[in-house]
């Protein structure tokens, strides 16, 4: 089945950087679009950046552009995010996400960032 497992979240204070890992099992990873999503305190889960399958293209939220960077491995099935100049705004819990696969998204479990000085 698949699975989708987030690492790397963390607290950081404004200004500094982390890098969210995903590893994803039990299905064909090269071929599917990644992304990254986030759920910020009081609002919706909204996109920050999703990897073409190729990695090739990306594409950000405009509130994240310019400092995250998504990033993916197909030999390895990963799928990173590295965020840098973190902004208190920054503060979720971010998600790995498949779109689309057998019809469905399928989420991580969630790891929780925090940018507070």
């Known amino acids: 089945q698949v699975q989708l497992v987030e690492s790397g979240g963390g607290s950081v204070q404004p200004g500094g950087s982390l890098r969210l890992s995903c590893a994803a099992s039990g299905f064909p990873f090269s071929v599917y679009n990644m992304s990254w999503y986030r759920r910020r305190p009081g609002k919706e889960r909204e996109l920050v950046a999703t990897?073409?399958?190729?990695?090739?293209?990306?594409n950000y939220a405009d509130s994240v552009k310019g400092r995250f960077t998504i990033s993916r491995d197909n030999n390895k099935n990963t799928v990173d995010l590295q965020m840098n100049n973190l902004k208190p705004e920054d503060t979720a819990v971010y998600y790995c996400a498949l779109p689309g696969y057998s019809g469905r998204y399928y989420w991580g479990q969630g790891t929780r960032v925090t940018v507070s000085s």
């Open positions: 990897a073409t399958s190729a990695g090739k293209s990306t």
